[in-house]
């Protein structure tokens, strides 16, 4: 598929995003056309803070590559991994029935079923799963993937009515209940978190009247948060409350002490999950070792192994003969209309070709999760890489440049030394 293909493909699937989210969405998008041949069982969902565009937001993402190619969802046993299977892969670990937790609460407001339906956590992820049934709504907004691609859709539900759900038919007769997702934060025993980089959402909706589904990840780590046994986890998803009335300006009364805002009394939905010990299952490896190329030096800082997920960090320092002639070939940095440097170039301008070319491997370079993108944003001295858990780790790993299905161990970076 060509440039232009690409874009009339985007044009007539998806939803109006943020200007800055556009690039995302067609790498996104190139990546499923590309691994469609190979991926019938898989889909990605969302889009994800990334590069110079990493943030404290969630990013909502309406099931766009839903679109693109034919899907056939997990039958796993928790609901969390069919809408995340692009971040957690189609198949749960062993350990995931004794981290993940269900019917967490229920309630009724403005005639609108609120269901906390899992929860789950691997020592840096909190992973979330929460609708939205509207009582007095008796059209659907939505399918599952498995429904929109040939097994029949409901009486009364077409595709045009899918894509009216994502671009926000929803969310609006959500919001005219006055229900919903109303402050940037949620609360741990009380403790507001910001929403931290890395995170993201998903938003579909489903074959039942009224209802809408949005499952979650947050990186609390990113926030220096960690749970340990049972905590209280507070969502503001209930009744929408004026804002006006938590302005720090107005009602310093709100918050605490290091300037967070402290539980409300109100629109909240709290619940109770163990984590149990799960910090202990988490197996933490710093390798340290760099690989100095061309443009760039390269280690990985830290390799976690959870029972969910692996996490690597990459960390990196640009030649800075490399920046110089960067510079030197296209100025400073990106020109707005009126001519200002937007921002100045640095290390990822130089380097983000090779960092997005990286895949997990063995030491023999076989790529350990084919078709499955790890990179989950970089900047100028960092990147991020997410897979699956490892249910059998090879005795090395590294992270290594990928070209025509092939990978350079002269470029790669060791992630696990031999048995460790």
């Known amino acids: 598929m060509n ?8 044009a007539s699937i998806a939803p109006e995003v943020p200007e800055h989210f556009h690039y995302r969405l067609k790498k996104t998008l190139e990546n499923i056309v590309l691994q469609e041949a190979q991926m019938k069982d898989s ?3 969302v889009i994800r803070t990334a590069g110079r565009f990493s943030s404290r937001t969630i990013v909502i993402a309406a099931a766009l590559a839903v679109m693109v190619c034919a899907v056939a969802l997990a039958a796993t046993q928790w609901r969390v991994f069919d809408s995340l299977s692009f971040l957690l ?49 008796d059209t659907p907004y939505g399918i599952t993937a498995g429904e929109f691609f040939g097994k029949g859709l409901p009486e009364g539900l077409t595709a ?16 005219a ?48 948060f960690s749970l340990n046994g049972p905590v209280e986890i507070s969502l503001p998803i209930g009744e929408r409350q004026n804002l006006a009335d938590y302005s720090k300006k107005n009602h310093p009364e709100k918050y605490d002490v290091d300037g967070s805002l402290k539980l409300p009394e109100k629109g909240i939905v709290t619940f109770t999950y163990d984590a149990k010990d799960i910090l202990s299952q988490v197996n933490i490896i710093h390798p340290e070792e760099e690989k100095v190329l061309p443009d760039v030096t390269a280690k990985v800082s830290e390799a976690a192994f959870s029972p969910l ?14 920046l110089a002639a960067c510079i030197a070939e296209n100025g400073e940095g990106p020109k707005n209309e009126a001519g200002e440097v937007m921002w100045p170039y640095g290390g990822m301008d130089v380097f983000q070709d090779w960092v997005s070319s990286l895949e997990l491997v063995d030491g023999q370079g ?23 858990y490892l249910e059998n780790i090879p005795a090395e790993l590294y992270l290594a440049p990928i070209e025509d299905g092939m990978a350079d161990m002269s470029q790669a970076v060791l992630v696990k030394p031999m048995n460790q």
């Open 3 to 10: 440039d232009q293909e690409l874009k009339e493909k985007l």
């Open 43 to 45: 889909t990605k969902k």
């Open 89 to 137: 892969g189609t198949t749960p670990s062993p350990a995931a029935d004794s981290l993940m937790q269900r019917n967490l609460y229920q309630d009724t407001v403005n005639n609108v079923e609120i269901t906390v339906r899992e929860a789950g956590y691997d020592g840096r992820t909190l992973l979330l799963q929460y609708s939205y049934r509207m009582l007095d709504v």
């Open 160 to 175: 045009d009515m899918y894509l009216e759900a994502l671009n926000g038919d929803a969310e609006g007769d959500l919001a």
């Open 177 to 224: 209940h006055q229900v919903g997702w109303w402050i940037d934060s949620l609360w741990i025993n009380g403790k507001a978190v910001n929403m931290p980089n890395n995170s993201g959402s998903v938003m579909t909706g489903s074959g039942i009247p009224g209802e809408i589904i949005h499952t979650e990840f947050w990186r609390l780590d990113n926030e220096g």
């Open 309 to 322: 997920m692996t996490y690597i960090t990459l960390d990196l320092k640009v030649n800075p003969d490399s």
């Open 366 to 388: 076989r790529i350990i999760f084919p078709g499955h993108a790890g990179q989950n944003g970089y900047g100028n001295e960092w990147a991020e890489f997410l897979y699956p």
